[in-house]
């Protein structure tokens, strides 16, 4: 029998990233606060099956959005396969930090934000999709 895995991603904040380099703005305080993000919508894993990260810079307005994402990085390794190119990671990386909000600044400011990805066992769950 074949194992089902599914791709989740967390947002973590880590300091090995490459600084982040987005016009001007000033490094946004430390004591900033990831309040939400949408977990980013995946490729397929059935073909593109990848662990790692992808470090984004991010633009924060001083209402806690992101106005600005770009991939300062990507460090994704192949899981059950080998050879092949991790299509779509950065992008969906960049699509959800959009979706993130942060407690407000005071003013504009910009910081590294990496997203990563997992591959996690899958639950079975019965017709009723609530697994009792």
Not at 34 to 59: I, K, Y
Not at 67 to 83: D, I, M
Not at 111 to 118: E, G, I, K, S, T
């Amino acid at each position: 029998m074949r194992a089902c895995h599914r791709i989740t991603a967390a947002c973590l904040f880590a300091a090995a990233w490459p600084s982040a380099v987005l016009a001007t703005w000033p490094s946004c305080p430390s004591s900033m606060v990831l309040r939400h993000m949408d977990p980013p919508r995946l490729p397929a894993a059935t073909e593109n099956t990848f662990e790692g990260s992808v470090a984004l810079a991010v633009v924060v307005s001083p209402d806690g959005h992101v106005t600005q994402a770009r991939v300062l990085a990507s460090r994704l390794t192949p899981v059950g396969h080998g050879g092949r190119a991790a299509k779509g990671y950065e992008a969906a990386a960049v699509d959800a930090a959009r979706t993130a909000r942060f407690s407000s600044p005071p003013l504009t400011c910009q910081r590294n934000l990496p997203v990563r990805f997992a591959v996690v066992e899958a639950t079975a769950l019965d017709d009723h999709g609530g697994g009792h």
